[in-house]
């Protein structure tokens, strides 16, 4: 049976013809273009066909294609305004920005289904994972994360208290169809924080063909007997082709982890997540409701609760975990509970400017973290409360001769409470911002040249609690400042591409940073805030080459130098007595952090089943003002894979077996005084072997989407730097994991 | 303009009225949870001795670092016997909340450890007859001190939360949360 692979581009930017409908004539079917600007074909006999390309923004195309075998044919289409002189309707948040870009697509998204978002992630070269042991994790790009990245969860700035390193990231990845890691500072677009780069997570686009359409996902794994079930369901009305919903619910349930020989106390986990859309679309306006919820609930494992630095030491020397513990699904303290909605608004309308949209989002994140009690009192000890007002206006303005841009404006507004009588941990407090933004884009042959410019004003009012009687204190803070980018591409062909970008950015100190107050029982430690800490400012430069050789051969290289000045970090500061014995205090502090790096992949086609990729990545990270490096960062890392696919008949197609090895080298560069900030030192290099098997078996047309992973299949035993748990325990064992998916469309011609 | 299109404007404005609604409430006031700032041992002798030693140090949580620090040397007479019960309070509290209540209730998932530097001789106490939990393991909550022969040495009181072998004498042995950890300077003469 042949096939047939067409791949849109635009003419100009060589850029993803995304969304865009296929209709072959002789099959009387329609398909939609992947964001590669993709459509596979299979099933098909040898001969021409009539393919008539149409999606909004472009123009439409007609094209013969001779189909003789496995055929692979690349069509180009031209933006509609190259000729009408009209604007590009084309709904994606991530329209950067000349800059380092990466993206999980939905086939890798479901492919990981069932991990967290944070652990996806780390396919991506140059992002990391920073963990309190296996259930909880936070994507780190270039060794920047939390408070210095920005998430951006369908269009909306996520705002989940994001600055703790025990917060996980809110977001259901069952949700995204795709997610993006600008890497590298990105401020002029996406706002002040993102210093260390930015994640989009991109939600589908409501398909304009009648009818319904949806996916089951059903995952379970082996290693702490968790199962996973998502369900999304999406339908175009008949009657009224403009409006479109979209329902998505998905369950999580897992029980205590297991490390090589141990299970892990107090480790399980439950997620509810669902959500909903109504879309009404037309070619020139249109707006867009959405809801969703997160929700979940944790167990922190029970022997990373230390009462003072002896029992922390004590548990560091353990050959085994202190706490022992059998298989269980139940949830005790200390534990976490969190829940994330988020309503967002958006409408769009063109007219003789440009593409005006408007986004507006309301956030709410509420964190209850229930601790160690003498006496249970079925409360929780934190219930921290975090409320977001955001809107973005943007205009894709008409293009100026060759000049194409945006402009718009940011507001957001936050309010940060606990509730009364909570254990102090971050101080109420209210912010507002404003921001001003111009980003151009001049395209010239095969040059593309953008500038951005943007202006951020930002409000700080903070309560704290001071002093014996913890006393109110109010406190006020204004920042502002401009971020700027200027990035360069050259393409001489579909073969190479050459950028290089240069930008400055900046982000507050955030409220923990001024005001914290509190220990830290994972690493019994006490941390103070600074009240006179500056804004950090970033300057950075990014250097990224890529080559393909069609299918055969691709590679991508960048490498990239930031300097961060006033960069705030933790310093060790005299030993504090309390009724628990001596803790050592860390304040937050500023200095001059100066980041190199380079991330490298590469992708060989050994024959047409085979493909091997490679993908390593280093970051060195110095603090210049003391001429020393920067503790807890990423260590050198490299990974391999190699995969075997081919379809195996007319029922068994898509099938593969896949192999992937990863090392991860021991951090080497620490700083001098390692010792009296840290115990024990970075852990040892590790490797780890993952393994899977898949296939897709198709019961009629009905494809159902099966795979069988292992990860750690050598049950290796192994410690990551980046783990907060790793003073503890190692990291888990072998999991095994059975997934299906099931995609049902009930819109072909209809 | 469509219908559709409106209801969505409306809708939207709706919400961002109803969400941005401003607060004028106080901000709420943190409290300390479960803070112990003192371990008392209240010891009774022969012929009427009855006294009480503190530990108490409120530095620490809360944000406080210069809180008050109060530390009782335990002065007692060589060779002797008393009774000892030691005593977990909240004195930042007023009147003075007594935790040892609640660790009472609590006393199997709480034990009490006593250690004496130097541990025989001069200026040493030795340890016998501490009080059991429910399952008859160690609590230690009231105890019996016999004081050495004349001299100076330090006496350590844990309080551990949550042990996981109670047969244990030292934290490290007993593992669990250190609730309390007091060094009290020892004069015996």
């Keep these: 049976m042949q096939s047939l692979r067409l791949t849109l581009l635009e003419t100009h930017d060589f850029s993803a013809v995304h969304p865009a409908v296929v209709y072959v004539e002789e099959l009387k079917r329609a398909f939609e273009t992947d964001e590669k600007g993709q459509v596979s074909i299979d099933s098909l006999c040898d001969g021409r066909y009539t393919i008539h390309v149409h999606g909004a923004g472009y123009n439409d195309k007609e094209e013969t294609v001779n189909v003789l075998g496995e055929t692979s044919v690349r069509i180009k289409v031209d933006y509609e305004e190259h000729h009408l002189n009209e604007v590009v309707v084309k709904e994606e948040h991530g329209r950067t920005l000349l800059q380092s870009k990466e993206q999980l697509d939905k086939q890798h998204l479901r492919a990981a289904a069932g991990k967290s978002l944070a652990d996806m992630l780390q396919e991506l070269t140059g992002v990391t994972m920073l963990s309190n042991g296996a259930t909880l994790g936070k994507p780190v790009i270039h060794g920047m994360h939390s408070n210095r990245i920005v998430m951006l969860n369908n269009g909306v700035r996520q705002e989940d208290q994001q600055w703790g390193g025990e917060h996980a990231p809110n977001i259901d990845p069952f949700l995204a169809n795709s997610v993006s890691v600008v890497k590298g500072a990105a401020s002029v677009r996406y706002g002040t924080d993102a210093i260390g780069g930015v994640i989009l997570v991109e939600p589908p686009q409501l398909s304009a063909r009648p009818g319904w359409a949806g996916e089951l996902n059903l995952a379970g794994f082996s290693n702490n007997r968790m199962g996973v079930g998502s369900f999304v369901a999406e339908h175009t009305f008949r009657n009224i082709p403009a409006l479109a919903f979209r329902v998505h619910g998905t369950y999580k349930k897992g029980g205590t982890y297991r490390i090589p020989g141990y299970w892990v106390a107090n480790t399980g986990t439950e997620e509810r997540n669902y959500s909903a859309t109504v879309a009404y679309r037309k070619l020139h306006y249109g707006g867009e409701l959405f809801y969703s919820h997160f929700s979940t609930e944790l167990g922190i494992y029970r022997g990373a609760h230390t009462g003072n630095q002896s029992d922390l030491k004590n548990a560091i020397d353990s050959p085994y975990p202190l706490v022992a513990s059998d298989f269980s699904y139940e949830i005790n303290r200390p534990r976490q509970e969190v829940k994330h909605d988020l309503i967002k608004a958006k409408l769009y309308a063109d007219n003789r400017w440009g593409l005006w949209n408007l986004i507006y989002g309301y956030q709410r994140n509420f964190r209850q973290e229930y601790d160690v009690l003498r006496v249970e009192n079925g409360k929780a000890q934190l219930n921290l409360t975090l409320q977001t007002h955001t809107l973005n206006v943007n205009l894709a303005h008409k293009s100026v001769g060759s000049i194409q841009g945006d402009v718009g404006v940011d507001a957001i507004f936050q309010d940060n409470r606990f509730r009364d009588g909570d254990r102090l941990f971050i101080p109420t407090y209210q912010s507002a911002g404003g921001a001003l933004y111009l980003i151009e884009r001049y395209a010239r042959n095969k040059w593309v040249a953008e500038g951005g410019l943007r202006y951020d004003y930002r409000f700080y009012g903070v309560y704290n609690p001071e002093g014996n009687n913890q006393q109110n204190v109010y406190y006020e803070y204004h920042y502002n400042n401009f971020s700027g980018t200027l990035g360069f591409r050259y393409q001489p062909s579909f073969r190479w591409q050459w950028m290089i970008t240069a930008g400055t950015a900046w982000r507050a100190p955030q409220a923990n940073e001024l005001f914290a107050a509190g220990l830290h029982h994972g690493a019994a430690r006490i941390e103070l805030g600074n009240k006179s800490l500056q804004p950090e400012q970033s300057y950075s430069i990014n250097a990224e080459v890529k080559y393909s050789h069609d299918d055969k051969l691709s590679a991508d290289l960048t490498v990239y130098s930031q300097a961060i000045n006033n960069y705030i970090f933790l310093e060790p500061g005299p030993e504090l007595l309390t009724i628990r014995g001596y803790f050592k205090t860390f304040q937050y502090k500023q200095s001059d952090a100066w980041l190199n790096g380079t991330d490298l992949s590469l992708h060989y086609q050994w024959f047409s089943h085979l493909h091997s990729t490679l993908k390593a990545s280093a970051v060195l990270a110095r603090d210049r003002a003391r001429n020393d490096w920067l503790v807890l960062m990423p260590s050198d890392r490299i990974a391999l894979s190699t995969r075997y696919s081919a379809d195996l008949g007319k029922r068994w197609k898509q099938s593969f077996v896949e192999l992937n090895g990863r090392y991860v080298f021991q951090q080497t560069r620490i700083p001098k005084n390692f010792d009296e900030i840290d115990y024990p030192r970075p852990p040892a290099a590790y490797f780890l072997l993952d393994a899977s098997v898949g296939t897709s078996v198709f019961w009629g047309r009905q494809p159902f989407h099966l795979s069988l992973s292992v990860t750690n299949l050598l049950n290796e035993k192994y410690r990551d730097y980046l783990d907060a748990f790793r003073y503890f325990i190692d990291q888990p064992g072998r999991n095994i994991i059975f997934r299906v998916r099931v995609p049902f469309d009930f819109k072909n011609n209809n | ?189």
């Design chain 2, 1 to 189: 303009m469509n219908y559709q299109f409106l209801n969505a404007v409306m809708l939207t404005a709706t919400i961002a009225t109803t969400f941005s609604a401003c607060k004028k409430d106080d901000p709420p006031t943190p409290v300390e949870q479960e803070l112990i700032t003192t371990l008392r041992l209240d010891v009774s002798g022969e012929n009427g001795f009855s006294k009480s030693f503190s530990y108490k140090i409120e530095n620490g949580f809360g944000g406080g670092l210069g809180g008050i620090i109060q530390i009782d040397t335990l002065r007692l007479a060589p060779e002797l016997t008393y009774q000892v019960s030691a005593r977990v309070l909240n004195e930042k509290e007023n009147p003075v909340e007594d935790i040892t209540t609640e660790v009472i209730a609590e006393r199997d998932e709480h034990l009490f450890l006593y250690h004496s530097a130097p541990a025989t001789g001069a200026g040493s106490i030795t340890f016998s007859n501490g009080s059991t939990d429910g399952q008859s393991r160690p609590f230690n909550q009231t105890i019996i001190f016999s004081t050495g022969t004349s001299g100076t040495g330090t006496l350590t009181v844990h309080l551990i939360h949550a042990p996981s072998d109670k047969s244990g004498s030292t934290p490290g042995e007993t593992g669990g949360e250190t609730d309390v950890e007091a060094v009290f300077p020892v004069v015996i003469q």
